[in-house]
């Protein structure tokens, strides 16, 4: 039997901090973090989120751990090899909230496109004026999907709404989910010459790792709009700071090097520019979801060691 005193649960806000067994942190867990950790020697069993990045050094402060527990669908913060090397099982949740992270493409998007942000600023400086309103619509233009998974399909079903022209790119392309859905897979450089808006729904690995950098950028249209909610490091910063004015707006819900982020990120000087703090998959909904499928995977877990 699993004690909850053998579970360490790291990335932990106050929403979570009611919903899940063990004891709670609300810091992200690495080698400063894991060294000045009191009873690490009898956890057995760890949850994080992708703040914490787990490789070996971080593992061998807890010799008696066998189940780390991301509660995220990616695994990229996590070295699998060190895990697998110290016996360690690793599991994720591959779907808690594809219509939350949905949601938030479409949150940012509109923010963007009816100048939502802009224009409340203007309200609260007393300008009650539609002059600088002017939106740029959605409907009839083409939306471009790059990764038509779960989140990326939940988007679509978003873009239909909104009487878009859908073009999608995916490595595992599935026609009948396509005509069933109302969308058409492209290659990659037609849905970057063609979209208006272009979403980013992709996981983080050596071959997305700067998909969308000055290459691919160029090849963009003018005045394109560029949304991700996947993971930071699928653009090249440098490269969309220095193209920049190519496009029509970026929101991002995800950066590069996130536990860097200051106030002087560059491209916070950039008007066109909306930033999130990776928080699309964060809704009412979705903690439930997350918080049932941790203590599911602790429980079958539990149950295969001693059943």
């Not at 929403?15 to 867990?29: A, E, I, P, T």
């Not at 490789?55 to 527990?69: G, M, T």
């Not at 007393?126 to 083409?142: D, I, N, R, W």
């Not at 790119?169 to 009948?176: E, L, T």
């Amino acid at each position: 039997m699993i004690r909850k005193s053998e579970i360490f649960n790291f990335d932990v806000c106050s929403d979570f901090s009611k919903l899940l067994d063990g004891k709670n942190f609300d810091f992200s867990l690495n080698s400063k973090t894991a060294k000045n950790l009191k009873n690490k020697k009898n956890v057995r069993i760890i949850t994080i989120q992708s703040s914490s990045k787990i490789n070996d050094s971080i593992l061998k402060n807890f010799p008696n751990l066998r189940l780390l527990v991301t509660r995220t669908v990616g695994t990229d913060h996590i070295n699998l090899a060190d895990c697998q090397k110290a016996k360690v099982v690793i599991k994720n949740i591959p779907d808690y909230g594809s219509f939350a992270v949905a949601e938030h493409v479409f949150a940012l998007l509109l923010s963007l496109t009816r100048k939502v942000i802009f224009l409340n600023k203007e309200i609260r400086n007393g300008l009650f004026t539609s002059e600088k309103a002017k939106g740029f619509s959605l409907e009839g233009k083409t939306f471009g999907i790059i990764g038509a998974g779960r989140i990326g399909l939940e988007t679509i079903k978003l873009a239909r709404a909104f009487k878009m022209k859908i073009f999608a790119y995916d490595m595992f392309p599935n026609d009948w989910l396509a005509k069933k859905t109302g969308f058409r897979y492209v290659s990659l450089n037609e849905l970057l010459k063609k979209s208006d808006v272009i979403s980013l729904n992709i996981p983080l690995t050596k071959k997305t790792k700067h998909l969308i950098g000055e290459k691919e950028i160029n090849k963009m249209k003018k005045g394109v709009i560029l949304i991700n909610t996947s993971r930071g490091a699928v653009i090249d910063t440098q490269a969309l700071i220095k193209n920049i004015n190519k496009f029509r707006y970026v929101g991002l819900d995800v950066l590069e090097d996130e536990n860097r982020f200051s106030e002087n990120h560059p491209l916070l000087t950039f008007k066109n520019v909306i930033i999130t703090p990776h928080c699309a998959f964060y809704t009412d909904k979705s903690v439930k979801i997350i918080a049932k499928r941790t203590k599911e995977i602790i429980e079958n877990f539990e149950r295969g060691e001693h059943g």
